[in-house]
């Protein structure tokens, strides 16, 4: 019953520091997601990958990497944080039948950045 | 002109009431189509997928509109549970551009 699943919830970070934020499904889904959401802005695509070992960029790629070695796991790393990446981030999950995606989101991730 | 636009609202409707929301996009090429709620600092969920025809789920009728690029929401006999932002979103040019409205708020008053 777990669906998507994001650690942290929350993280305090400085200027300059790296973290890896941390999505995980069990629903064996194919296309996995991540997104900012900030206010007034919706939320942007930064980064999705449609299976294990394939990734693209969304909309707003700079700043962040991924990386997919399993179907379930789709960690999202910040290289170097700036305050301009604080945000709300959130991981989701799709199966894709005949390129419909019906998304799942996990809680979130809230991040802010000194 | 945003890719994807809807009016933020607040629609402040009294319970039982009937309402409907709009989204408009602007790529002619898009293709598929989504209603989101999102409930106060919590993850959005799946409403429902909107197709060509139209499609109903319970209180809820969603409509796509592809010669003035819009989709609309309608919600019937409004309940206080209904309180919530809805997002509408829009896929096209494949995975890579899915694009969220910001948003319209809805609450429903006692």
């Known amino acids: 019953n777990a669906g998507v699943t994001q650690t942290p919830k929350f993280q305090v970070l400085k200027t300059g520091q790296s973290m890896t934020l941390q999505c995980a499904q069990d629903m064996n889904h194919e296309y996995m997601s991540w997104y900012r959401q900030d206010p007034g802005m919706g939320l942007r695509l930064i980064h999705y990958s449609v299976g294990a070992g394939i990734t693209d960029q969304g909309e707003v790629p700079n700043g962040y990497n991924v990386s997919r070695s399993t179907t379930e796991d789709f960690p999202l790393r910040l290289l170097s944080a700036a305050p301009s990446q604080t945000s709300v981030y959130f991981c989701?999950?799709?199966?894709?039948?005949?390129?419909?995606?019906?998304?799942?989101f996990g809680d979130g991730t809230r991040l802010s950045i000194l | 002109r945003k890719e994807v636009e809807q009016d933020p609202g607040p629609f402040n409707v009294p319970e039982g009431a009937t309402v409907a929301f709009n989204c408009t996009y602007s790529n002619s090429a898009s293709q598929s189509f989504f209603w989101y709620r999102q409930d106060c600092r919590k993850e959005p969920k799946l409403l429902m997928s909107v197709y060509s025809s139209g499609n109903e789920d319970g209180r809820f009728t969603a409509q796509l509109n592809r010669a003035s690029q819009y989709i609309s929401l309608l919600i019937r006999d409004s309940k206080l549970s209904d309180s919530a932002t809805y997002l509408c979103?829009?896929?096209?040019?494949?995975?890579?551009?899915?694009?969220f409205g910001t948003g319209t708020k809805l609450q429903v008053i006692p």
């Open positions: 989701a999950s799709s199966p894709v039948v005949e390129g419909i995606m019906a998304q799942h």
């Open positions: 979103v829009v896929v096209s040019g494949g995975y890579q551009k899915v694009t």
